[in-house]
């Protein structure tokens, strides 16, 4: 158990449905980022928040959103889906805010979709 | 913009034999880390080893081991004494420090590595 909590672990939905993947961070860690996985493809960046704000942001399309809540959960929301869309999708936490050292993220267990 | 290139798409080795999986990256940043993680078929992504650009020396975790070239701007992976459990997909990854909060991974697009008992 890595500590990084994603829910749910898998959807089956329609095209043009909408979803929600939820994440909580390991315990203590301020930042989390959001990577999607396409069959047996590399991991592309989605987008980071750093303590509720955005701070970065990768090639996450228009029909998607995500935010960062006080209690630092995160949610990446997906919507008017398309087939495309079906893929692993990965949230990882970091501590960041350390004087040195590399910036380690630890990856939950990802939520797998499928959009038929 | 930073790329990470894996141009071994697949490899396989025998049981207790050595590997080497490699892997190279552009950038013009002179502070980054590099990282290898590891995704088995459980799809769990596992930080295998990771290194800092400014460290010359190379890192080391129990039989994983890399080879940094920073001039070369290649970080290669080897695996000693391979094992059944080292069966998974290797990515290699890149970190720039850029500015505080603002750090993300980005990855190559794997090699998959077969232990063959």
Known sequence: DSGVTQTPKHLITATGQRVTLRCSPRSGDLSVYWYQQSLDQGLQFLIQYYNGEERAKG??????SAQQ???????????????????????????LGRASGANVLTFGAGSRLTVL | A???????????????????????????????YLFWYK??????MILVIRQEAYKQQNATEN???????????????KISDSQLGDTAMYFCA???RINFGNEKLTFGTGTRLTIIP
């Open chain 2, 63 to 77: 039989r994983f081991s890399v080879n940094f070239q920073k001039a070369a701007k290649s970080f290669s992976l």
């Open chain 1, 69 to 95: 809540f006080p209690d630092l959960h995160s949610e990446l929301n997906l919507s008017s889906l398309e087939l495309g869309d079906s893929a692993l999708y990965f949230c990882a936490s970091s501590v």
């Open chain 2, 94 to 96: 890149f970190m720039a």
């Open chain 2, 2 to 32: 930073q790329t990470v290139t894996q141009s071994q798409p697949e490899m396989s080795v025998q049981e207790a034999e050595t590997v080497t999986l490699s892997c190279t990256y552009d950038t013009s940043e002179n502070n980054y």
């Open chain 2, 39 to 44: 995704q088995p078929p459980s799809r769990q």
């Open chain 1, 59 to 64: 090639n996450i399309l228009e029909r998607f």
